[in-house]
């Protein structure tokens, strides 16, 4: 079974509008990590913003924000005010702190900003 | 320079040809990773170091060959490739050694085109 589901393969936000990427989660642990990571066309991969499955506030990077409601698995990332920028792949991924040498990625949500 | 870097960031080669991907990261960090990205799949880890040592190898062909001589370089030797083997190979750290949630910082990637 996939451990991380990013269901849209793509989405379109206007410029200055917020926007939202799904990404559920399958884990056993009780203490794990989700991180955001945006890939631009260079290939890079950006560390976005980060969540503890113990951390009880949402955490939030700038416009970043993450919506974290664990009874239901799913660490959605919000982009407030979007930017051309920020058209990009963007990736869900979680660490299992029994597995902690894994990074197990989605497949991806590609954003396109546009004017 | 700051962050991870790899070298060269394209190549392209033939089937008998040997080369290799170099890695360095200027974090001060104990963990490295190389991960294998290839179209519409996610990304897959291929080769875990902590404190130089391997910790993990998730049954990777041996036409790869891992090391990592310190803590700030890793290399990926490559040799007799398929054309398969096409992707973008990113390298990534992380701080206190394998373990632990913490976040991996990436490097932007070799492009790699097997002919």
């Known amino acids: 079974a996939q451990k991380i589901t990013q269901t849209q393969p793509g989405m379109f936000v206007q410029e200055k509008e917020a926007v939202t990427l799904d990404c559920t989660y399958d884990t056993s642990d009780q203490s794990y990590g989700l991180f955001w990571y945006k890939q631009p066309s260079s290939g890079e991969m950006i560390f976005l913003i980060y969540?503890?499955?113990?951390?009880?506030q949402n955490a939030t990077e700038g416009r970043y924000s993450l919506n974290f409601q664990k009874a239901r698995k799913s660490a959605n990332l919000v982009i407030s005010a979007s930017q051309l920028g920020d058209s990009a792949m963007y990736f869900c991924a979680m660490r299992e702190v029994y597995n902690t040498d894994k990074l197990i990625f989605g497949t991806g949500t590609r954003l396109q900003v546009f004017p | 320079e700051t962050g991870v870097t790899q070298t060269p960031r394209h190549l392209v080669m033939g089937m008998t040809n040997k080369k290799s991907l170099k890695c360095e990261q200027h974090l001060g960090h104990n963990a490295m990773y190389w991960y294998k990205q290839s179209a519409k799949k996610p990304l897959e880890l291929m080769f875990v170091?902590?404190?130089?040592?391997?910790?993990e190898n998730n049954s990777v062909p041996s036409r790869f060959s891992p090391e990592c001589p310190n803590s700030s370089h890793l290399f990926l030797h490559l040799h007799t490739l398929q054309p398969e083997d096409s992707a973008l190979y990113l390298c990534?750290?992380?701080?206190?050694?394998?373990?632990?949630?913490?976040?991996?910082?990436f490097g932007p990637g070799t492009r790699l085109l097997v002919l």
């Open positions: 170091y902590s404190l130089e040592e391997r910790v």
């Open positions: 969540q503890g499955s113990y951390d009880e």
């Open positions: 990534a750290s992380s701080p206190g050694g394998a373990g632990g949630l913490e976040t991996q910082y």
